[in-house]
């Protein structure tokens, strides 16, 4: 009998502190404070990625195409080889040649086997070119500068944003890699469509982003797809 008066303490005592645990874990959780975030695209964010945690793949060398800047291709071709771990698939590259006005094809898709080179204008951003001559006169990897970054991004996945559909970029570089926290992103805008030239002689600037002609965009992520690599530069 005192044996199981033994066990019947231990069994109610056993039972009241795991009530006490329960309410305990409860209060926890209505008091955690939980960050919110503001204004963020719709989509699963992806991770930023180290280029050196897996070893670059080699990269089949060419030349460049008669229509691509040589120094420039050179430079992309060298980041493709550098970041050939992070960049998934190297069959195409971008290559935006903010040497070039923006008033011209100046978004370079290239076919890495064949040599084929589809161009079509994109925009920069204000803070590259704050007296808006059409013309990139730097860059810039600091939030909040609304200007275009250099080196070499990944594309990522689409979402739906406040200029549609969009793509976002993962920067690999020391010179871009606040891409991501940046938001810069491949979208369509009305001001990279082709009566801003017939208009104003130039592309309309964008907050930074890589900004299409919006009947362009479709062909744009046909052409690059997820994880490929964007080189952007002036040579």
Known sequence: MQDEAVRSRRAVLKAAGGLAGLVLAQGCTKNAIVPVAQNLPVGPMPQRLASAAVPAAPVRKMLAPPTVNA?????????LQRHGGTVRKTDRIAIADFAVDS??????????????????RVSHGSGSDPRHRGMLDRFSNVPDSN?????????????IGKHGRSQRLVGLDHTNDNAL???IVIHGAWYANPEMIAQH?????????????EG????????????????????
């Open 71 to 79: 120094g420039l291709f050179e430079r992309a071709h060298a980041a």
């Open 103 to 120: 008033a011209h094809p100046r978004f370079q898709f290239i076919d890495m086997y064949s040599g084929i080179v589809s161009a079509m």
């Open 147 to 159: 200007a275009t970054s250099e080196g070499a991004f990944v594309t990522e996945n689409y979402y």
């Open 181 to 183: 926290m940046r938001a």
């Open 201 to 213: 002689g130039k592309l309309g600037r964008s907050q930074g982003c890589f900004a299409v002609a």
């Open 216 to 235: 362009d965009l479709a062909r744009v992520f046909d052409l690059i797809g997820e994880g490929r690599m964007i080189y952007a530069a002036k040579v």
